[in-house]
């Protein structure tokens, strides 16, 4: 037993032991994975947990592994505290931080995830265990059979691709998709859907939008119908044959419970696909065909005789569905008797990418100057081009045309044009070309310090910084006031969006008029409160409308009638029109009840 000061010594070791324990006992690396098996297509979430205070160092995943996503997390320090003989004796462990590495597999096999530590002055202070992961490969399927229901989960939200056919063309655009199958009566929140990599033979450009809504037809699969809902559709065209090619499986987080707000998503995944990237074959190929003349064409020729100038004009017009963008003017080359050159007409085109290719119209037009007077004659013009879906060559042409430019229309020269009465050496039939001369003499010069242009021209400069000026001024003061402004207006405008929506129900359009509530609840609160609810979780809404002093009720029906919406865009065929009726009018009572609030 200690006694008098040497058990207040006796105490301090002791603590100080316990103290030095802790600390000891504190500094560690752990490694949580979320499986020890996957799939090369897989995902494996590894958790790196440092308790200490030293800097955390992630292993070198090496030619193994590739890192996809990190994320981090920090748990709050927690103390300790002692009185000894009255003296405060407070001890505090060392925070604990988890790094969430979300890694991708490079190849087949036992691969490694290497050990993770805590390094503090250049010292390891702790080390976590290298641990194996055996990674099995997945074989690739063809698009015709990838969605075949024997391939397919039986989950009422599944994942799959849809693409035309297993091969394609050099230069020829693929619509590629990949769609939800939502099953009848199942809620999800809006999808998340991670980028996609596919080979460097492939152009992409996406045409889906940020809008994801339900697609007609329904798919009937297991004896259940599903939704279909596109969440990726792109533009792909092909710049180089290969023989293979391996695109990989595209994945989805989506949450099946959105009501619940400590519910997690739910990661959907459809499987990896092989596509066969051909050359358009060499035989058969027409002399006149032009590399990249891809898809099914129709074409038709029109003539303008322009009888003031003496020329015409040839209109070709192109449509089809293919490689309208890239596909040369068909040629004029064997014109005899008139020289045609190609004019600009972008204007004319109207081509649009959609959910059926690149369709629509290109619009090609030549001006014909004539060479000689008499009949002329223009061929039929004909464009070759290659079917992908027959794999064969084909072509479309016009008729024949015929143009007979009018001898009065011929141009002369000037001096002709002066004294009709004069006769020319050249030959009646012979065409002039145009001259221009003028009969003006010189005007008396003005010195060009006196001169209304000299002067306007130095006072420019200082005019437009006047006008810039100005106009900042004007915006300074509008940018000021927009705050305010919508915050007032804010009710007001939300009644006339709903009003709106109201119209477009009784037009049966349902899901515009979903969206259009959804639109006007983040509009109201982004105008009246100064908060956008634009990509926050149910949980961070919840936080910041909380924290302006508004109800549980209030926030809660809110984020109800937002989640009811998001609902209704991915199955609107599942809500009826009392549903959309009764939507309106708790729309109504939200706005009522967060105006209420806001003036509080």
């Not at 160092?57 to 927690?78: H, I, N, T, Y």
């Not at 805590?118 to 390891?124: A, D, P, S, Y």
């Not at 001096?415 to 008396?444: F, V, Y």
């Amino acid at each position: 037993m200690f006694t008098g000061r040497n058990q207040d010594v006796g105490l301090l070791v002791v603590v100080l032991a316990m103290m030095v324990s802790s600390l000891l006992y504190a500094q560690s690396v752990t490694t949580r994975f979320s499986a020890r098996s996957i799939t090369t297509d897989d995902l494996l979430e590894a958790h790196f947990t440092f308790e200490g205070s030293g800097k955390p160092q992630l292993p070198s995943f090496g030619p193994d592994w590739k890192l996809v996503r990190r994320s981090e997390r920090q748990s709050a320090s927690s103390s300790f505290t002692m009185v000894i003989n009255g003296k405060v004796v407070q001890s505090e462990s060392k925070k604990e931080r988890t790094i969430i590495a979300s890694l991708q597999p490079l190849r087949a096999g036992m691969l490694t995830v290497g050990a993770a530590s805590l390094i503090k002055n250049g010292q390891i202070l702790a080390t976590s265990r290298s641990v194996e992961i055996h990674v099995r490969g997945v074989q690739a399927q063809s698009p015709s059979t990838v969605d075949a229901p024997n391939n397919l989960p039986r989950e009422s939200i599944i994942v799959v691709p849809e693409f035309k056919r297993d091969w394609f063309y050099v230069g020829e655009p693929i619509v590629a998709t990949w769609t939800l199958l939502i099953q009848q009566g199942q809620r999800i929140n809006e999808p998340e859907v991670e980028e996609i990599s596919v080979s460097d033979a492939i152009q992409r450009e996406s045409i889906l939008g940020e809008k994801f809504e339900e697609e007609a037809p329904t798919k009937q699969l297991f004896g259940r119908t599903f939704h279909r809902v596109p969440i990726v559709r792109e533009i792909w065209t092909v710049i180089r044959p290969k023989e293979k090619v391996t695109i990989p499986g595209l994945r989805a987080r989506v949450n099946t419970n959105p009501r619940d707000f400590f519910s997690r998503p739910k990661t959907l995944k459809s499987p990896p696909m092989s596509l066969e990237l051909r050359s358009v074959p060499t035989a058969g190929r027409p002399p006149e065909y032009r590399e990249g003349t891809i898809g099914t064409f129709t074409l038709h020729a029109r003539l303008h005789d322009d009888d003031a100038s003496g020329r015409a004009i040839v209109e070709i017009e192109v449509r089809g569905n293919g490689s309208l963008t890239t596909i040369d003017p068909p040629s004029l080359a064997t014109l005899a008797g008139a020289e045609a050159r190609l004019l600009p007409s972008d204007d004319r085109d109207a081509i649009e990418k959609d959910r059926l290719g690149i369709h629509g119209k290109r619009v090609f037009q030549y001006i014909l100057s004539p060479k000689r007077t008499g009949k002329i004659v223009v061929p039929p013009i004909r464009l070759d081009f290659f079917n992908p879906d027959t794999g064969q060559f084909e072509h479309a042409s016009s008729q024949q045309l015929t143009w007979e430019p009018r001898a009065n229309a011929v141009p002369s020269t000037t001096k002709a044009a002066r004294n009709p009465t004069q006769k020319t050496p050249e030959s009646p039939g012979t065409l002039m070309p145009i001259e221009h001369e003028s009969d003006l003499e010189s005007a008396r010069r003005i010195p060009l310090h006196d001169s209304l242009w000299y002067q306007l021209t130095l006072a420019f400069p200082f005019m437009i910084f006047l006008a810039f000026e100005l106009y900042s001024v004007m915006v300074g003061r509008r940018h000021a006031r927009s705050g305010i402004i919508r915050a007032k207006k804010a009710l007001g405008t939300g009644q006339k969006r709903l009003e709106n929506a109201e119209k477009l129900a009784a037009q049966g359009k349902h899901t515009e008029c979903y969206a259009e509530i959804a639109r006007t609840l983040r509009d109201y609160v982004a105008d009246r409160l100064s908060i956008g609810l634009t990509g926050l979780t149910n949980a961070q809404t919840h936080q910041e409308l909380g924290a302006l002093g508004l109800s549980e009720e209030v926030i809660g029906g809110l984020i109800a009638e937002l989640e009811s919406c998001d609902f209704a865009r991915f199955a609107p065929s599942a809500l009826d029109g009392s549903s959309v009726t009764e939507a309106l009018q708790r729309a109504q009572k939200i706005l009522a009840a967060l105006e209420g609030a806001s003036h509080a």
